[in-house]
């Protein structure tokens, strides 16, 4: 066996090592996107995690809850307006302003919204229902179908058949308040962040 | 999506084949529809009559006949970015307005506007008005057979006094409502 043929076998497993990992990279940045399509549903998901149980001299972590309701026939900007209301408010507070809101969404949201609540009191052992508020809830594009919209001379338009998604995330407790900030203050807060300015990494 | 665009593609191919059998080819060269305007020509006329009117029309009011066409159809001029469309749709003038004025109802307990009926008492109200409805139906028998005398109605275990003697009594098999006042 000459020296060459020796220090190749002993290289080979370095080779084919380098190799392999180079195939794995590749097939782990092919995997990178094959949990995020559109099939996947992590918002449902996010309900199963599991923490380990709580030392005795831990804070009580509080009660999350995630729900949502996909391919509603309504506009996601529509739907928007809704969302951005009851952010932050406690949930009877919520239902009551949604089961007077003349919008078609806001009866949606209101069903998902006592289906969240129920799904809290039974699984996710929430002792008072309504301990509970809004923390997340925003709205998403679902899958539209598309239609012929036919127009003069004979051009035609692609019409979409509007769809979206609903997200809500309950936390036991109550709400968090936050502190209004006088305009006053935000004045003040905008003259400082520009007096702030300076010039970086500068001698 | 498929068949669709491709349904798309060959209604436009037909509709572009037709256009080129039926109209003669000299006439509408551009597919789209073309915008016209009853404006001065800016390109140069061949025509040596028309040469002496035009010049003196262009030498009068140069400036405004030659603008005009251009003013006339408004048109975006740049795309609307995201931030500033996000800034208009959501300006405070057009989020939704947080109610206070509803409270619960002390008949039911359900929530209601202030200045609005309760909705669930309202509905008890409808159903029992529509029992009683169906119950006069049935004992006038047919259309137009009301009779022209008041109506009294009456539940269990409940009498007509002597002033009611003149009127028509309405029985209905159930206990009093207690919103039902006699």
New interface residues.
């Given amino acids: 066996m000459t020296g060459r043929g020796l220090s190749f076998i002993r290289n080979l497993p370095g080779l084919l090592h380098s190799r392999l990992q180079w195939g794995n990279t590749l097939q782990q940045l092919s995997c990178l996107h094959t949990s995020t399509s559109l099939e996947s549903k992590n918002w449902e998901k996010m309900n199963r995690k599991v923490y380990p149980p709580q030392l005795p001299d831990e804070p009580r972590r509080p009660a999350v809850i995630h729900h949502s309701r996909r391919q509603i026939k309504y506009s996601k900007?529509k739907m928007w307006?809704?969302a951005?209301?009851i952010r932050g408010m406690s949930i009877d507070e919520a239902i009551?302003?949604l089961?007077?809101?003349d919008k078609k969404g806001a009866k949606i949201m209101k069903e998902v919204l006592l289906e969240a609540q129920e799904m809290a009191v039974k699984n996710h052992n929430v002792e008072y229902k309504s301990n509970l508020y809004v923390a997340e809830s925003y709205t998403g594009k679902g899958k539209y179908l598309?239609r012929?919209r036919y127009h003069g001379?004979?051009?035609?338009g692609?019409m979409d058949k509007v769809y979206c998604h609903y997200f809500v995330k309950l936390v036991e407790g109550s709400p968090p308040k936050t502190e209004e900030k006088t305009s006053f203050d935000q004045a003040k807060e905008y003259v400082q962040s520009l007096k702030n300015r300076t010039i970086i990494h500068s001698l | 999506m498929m068949n669709l665009s491709g349904l798309i593609h060959s209604l436009r191919c037909s509709l572009l084949r037709i256009e080129s059998r039926l109209l003669p080819a000299g006439l509408d060269l551009k597919p789209a529809p073309a915008l016209a305007l009853n404006g001065p020509s800016l390109l140069p006329q061949i025509h040596q009559d028309q040469d002496l009117n035009l010049e003196d029309q262009q030498i009068s009011d140069q400036p405004s006949r030659v603008l005009d066409g251009l003013l006339w159809m408004a048109a975006p001029k740049k795309r609307r970015t995201i931030e500033v469309n996000r800034t208009r749709r959501r300006a405070d003038s057009k989020l939704l307005e947080v109610k206070n004025n509803i409270e619960p109802c002390p008949e039911c307990g359900h929530l209601k506007q202030k200045h609005v009926l309760c909705g669930f008492c309202y509905t008890k109200v409808c159903k029992e008005t529509a029992a009683i409805r169906a119950q006069m139906k049935a004992m006038e028998g047919g259309p137009l057979n009301a009779p022209a005398v008041e109506t009294l109605v009456l539940y269990e275990g409940e009498t007509p006094t002597p002033q009611d003697q003149d009127r028509r009594i309405v029985e209905r098999p159930r206990k009093r409502p207690a919103w039902f006042s006699p």
């Fill in positions: 900007d307006y809704l951005k209301l009551a302003q089961e007077f809101n598309k012929i001379r004979g051009m035609f692609i």
